[in-house]
C-alpha cells in the first residue's frame, strides 16, 4: 500500500460522514478530539460545523435536527466528562426513535488500564442508551463501523448509535479503498420492510367489525411519513384519530376527525370520553404506555378491542393485549390496509358518532381554553401566551416546548392545520434544558420555517449559556419563557397528592430579559397581558435571536390539562 492511497483514522471519519450525505455536525472540541477535529478544518466535505457550549446540546440540537430535516443528526465530543454530559440527549433521541450518531474521541487504545486521564469504559456507558455502539480498536475498522452505524439507525425502528473513536485510532493510517458509505442510509427510514398480508387482512376485519374504532398514533406515522395513509384510512373509516404528544403532526388539527392529544399529559376530559366511547383502539407507532393511556386506565383493559401496528416487535401487545399485532412500517402497513379496506368495502361505512364527537369535545375544549386565554389578570395565564402564539406565529412554524409548564398547554392548545413534525417536545425521558438547544437544531434542520422554543424559567437556568451560541451564529430563534419562580410541575404535585406540603421547589426570579441581552439576544419582559401580543409579534418578525421573558401562573395556580391535577 503506497502513501498515496492512505488517510489517517481522523480523515476517514470525516469523508464517511460525507459519504453519508451528512451536512452539519453538533459538537464541543476536547483533547483527544484534536486529529477528528484538525481533519475537518483541512478537508473540503462541505459540511458545517456547529460549536456548542455543551456536550448536552449538542446531542438535543442533533435530536431536533433530525425531527424536522428527516435525516440523521451527529453530534460530537470528547472523552470522560463530554462522553457523560453527551448521554441524555442521546437516550432522549433513541427512545424516541430519532436516528443521532453521537461520536465521542477518547484515550488512545494503547493508553487503556494505565489510568489514564479520562479513562472509561464507553461501551459499556453507551450499551443500554443506543440501537448500536461501538468503540473502535483498530484503524481498519472504522469504514465498516460508520456503515453499520447508519445501517442501524436509520432501518427498521430508528434509533441512535455510538462510535468512539480512541486518540490513536484517529491517527492511524486506513486503506482509502474501503472508505466508502452509501447517501441513502443518511436519511430516515432509509430501509422499510413491509407487513404480512395475512396480518393486514386480520386487521381490515378487525376495523370494519367495529361500530366506533379509533386510531392512536404515536410518533410512528410522523417518522414514517405515513400521515397521508392514515388520514385516507380514518376518512374511509369514519374513524377519529387522537394522538400522543409525540405523535401530533400525523393529522391536521383542524382535520374533522383530529381528537387531539389524549392521556395525562396535555390530555382533557373531553378527548378522553371520545377514546372511551371507542369499541376498538387501533394503537399505530403508539407504545400505549403510562402518560397516553393515564397509567393504563383509558382505554380500560378488556373494555375496547386493541389492535396493533408498530415497527417494533417488542412493543407489539406489550401493555394491552392485542387481539390484532401487525409488524411493518408504518407506511406501508398503513399503505397496504387501505388497499384491504377499499377492496372488501362496497360503500363506506355509515359511522355518524365519530365526526360529531370530535366536533363537540374540541368545541367543550376550546370553550374552557378561551375562557382563561382571554383573562387579563395577573401573573399572566399560561393560556393567554398560548392563545397569542396561535394568532402570530405562521402555519409552517417549528415549536420546541421544554417538559413543566410549556408542554401540557401547547399539546393541548397549540394549533398545527399542517402534517408532519411542527411541535416537539421531549417525551422520552423529560429532562429540563431540552428546547434552546433543540430549537437550534431544528432551524438548522429546516430553516425556512420560524422556530420558537418555550420553557419555564427553571429549564432557562439549565441552558442559557447556549445564548452566546445562538448570537454568534447569528439563528432567527425566538425563546419564550415562563417566569413563576418554581419549579412547577413538582410543586402542583405536592399539591394534588401531598397536600399541598411544598418543599424545595421555590427559587429566587431571575430577569430572564436582562440575562439574554447580556448575551446579545434582543429582549423583552412582559407583565402586563394586553401587552403580550404586540410584544411576541415584534420578537417573531424580528430578524434576529429574540427573547420573551413572561411573568406567568404557576402549574400549581393553574387549571394546567393535567389529569391527575385535575382529578
Known amino acids: 500500500m503506497t502513501q498515496s492511497n492512505q488517510m489517517n483514522g481522523g480523515e476517514a471519519a470525516v469523508r464517511l460522514l460525507q459519504m453519508h450525505g451528512v451536512k452539519h455536525v453538533f459538537g464541543l472540541c476536547g483533547d483527544t478530539s484534536l486529529p477528528f477535529y484538525d481533519a475537518l478544518a483541512r478537508l473540503d466535505h462541505g ?25 440523521v443528526g451527529v453530534c460530537e465530543g470528547p472523552s470522560g466528562g463530554g462522553a457523560t454530559y453527551i448521554l441524555p440527549g442521546v437516550v432522549e433521541a433513541n427512545e424516541s426513535s430519532i436516528p443521532v450518531l453521537a461520536i465521542t474521541t477518547d484515550i488512545s487504545v494503547s493508553s487503556r488500564g494505565k489510568f489514564t486521564l479520562t479513562e472509561l469504559d464507553q461501551t459499556a456507558l453507551f450499551r443500554p442508551l443506543t440501537k ?49 458509505g452509501d447517501p441513502e442510509l443518511g436519511v430516515f427510514p432509509s430501509r422499510r420492510f413491509g407487513p404480512d398480508p395475512d396480518r393486514v387482512a386480520a386487521l381490515a376485519e378487525a376495523l370494519l367489525s367495529a361500530k366506533e374504532p379509533i386510531f392512536v398514533c404515536g410518533g410512528a406515522p410522523v417518522i414514517s411519513g405515513a400521515e397521508a395513509e392514515l388520514i385516507a384510512v380514518a376518512e374511509l373509516l369514519e374513524a377519529p384519530v387522537a394522538t400522543t404528544i409525540s405523535g401530533q403532526g400525523t393529522i391536521p ?65 406489550a401493555t394491552y393485549e392485542a387481539e390484532v399485532a401487525v409488524l411493518g412500517d408504518a407506511k406501508l402497513v398503513l399503505a397496504a390496509l387501505l388497499v384491504e379496506l377499499r377492496a372488501r368495502l362496497e360503500s363506506p361505512p355509515k359511522r355518524a358518532r365519530g365526526r360529531v364527537a370530535v366536533a363537540a369535545a374540541k368545541q367543550a375544549k376550546f370553550a374552557a381554553f378561551d375562557e382563561l386565554a382571554r383573562s387579563t389578570e395577573r401573573p399572566i395565564r399560561p393560556e393567554r401566551v398560548v392563545a397569542e402564539l396561535n394568532r402570530v406565529l405562521p402555519d409552517d412554524a417549528i415549536v420546541v ?56 424559567d427553571g429549564s432557562f437556568a439549565f ?32 399539591k394534588t397528592g401531598y397536600q399541598q406540603r411544598y418543599f424545595s421547589t421555590d427559587f429566587t426570579r431571575t430577569d430572564h430579559a436582562r440575562v439574554a441581552e447580556a448575551f446579545g439576544l434582543k429582549a423583552w419582559r412582559v407583565e402586563d397581558p394586553e401587552q403580550l401580543g404586540s410584544v411576541l409579534k415584534k420578537a417573531i418578525e424580528s430578524g434576529g435571536p429574540t427573547l420573551v421573558d413572561i411573568i406567568a401562573q404557576p402549574l400549581h395556580e393553574a387549571r394546567a390539562p393535567v389529569s391527575e391535577w385535575v382529578a
Open 253 to 317: 388539527d383542524n382535520h374533522p376527525l383530529a381528537v387531539g392529544v389524549v392521556g395525562s399529559n396535555g390530555g382533557v376530559v373531553q378527548t378522553r370520553e371520545v377514546l372511551m366511547g371507542a369499541d376498538l383502539v387501533c394503537f399505530v407507532g403508539c407504545r400505549a404506555g403510562s402518560v397516553t393511556t393515564e397509567r393504563w386506565r383509558y382505554p380500560a383493559p378488556g373494555k375496547a378491542r386493541i389492535v396493533q401496528i408498530d415497527a417494533d416487535p417488542m412493543v407489539l401487545g
Open 463 to 494: 441552558a442559557c449559556g447556549e445564548f452566546e451560541t445562538v448570537v454568534r451564529l447569528g439563528l432567527p430563534v425566538t425563546f419564550i419563557v415562563f417566569s413563576n419562580a418554581c419549579f412547577g410541575w413538582i410543586k402542583a404535585g405536592q
Open 47 to 71: 459540511m458545517t460545523h456547529v460549536l456548542t457550549r455543551d456536550e448536552r446540546h449538542a446531542a438535543y440540537m442533533a435530536d431536533c435536527y433530525a425531527r424536522v430535516s428527516g435525516r
Open 401 to 456: 416546548a421544554d417538559p413543566g409548564t410549556p408542554c401540557p398547554y401547547f399539546s393541548a392548545y397549540y394549533r398545527c392545520n399542517r402534517t408532519g413534525r411542527h411541535f416537539i417536545s421531549n417525551r422520552a425521558h423529560g429532562a429540563l434544558g431540552y428546547s434552546i438547544a433543540g430549537a437550534m437544531g431544528a432551524h438548522y434542520g429546516r430553516p425556512s420555517s420560524k422556530v420558537v422554543s418555550v420553557m419555564g
Open 132 to 180: 448500536w455502539n461501538k468503540v473502535i480498536d483498530r484503524a481498519a475498522e472504522l469504514p465498516s463501523t460508520f456503515r453499520a452505524a447508519f445501517r442501524a439507525m436509520t432501518s427498521g425502528r430508528a434509533g441512535a448509535a455510538h462510535i468512539g473513536l480512541p486518540f490513536d485510532v484517529q491517527r492511524d493510517p486506513v486503506d482509502e479503498a474501503d472508505v466508502r
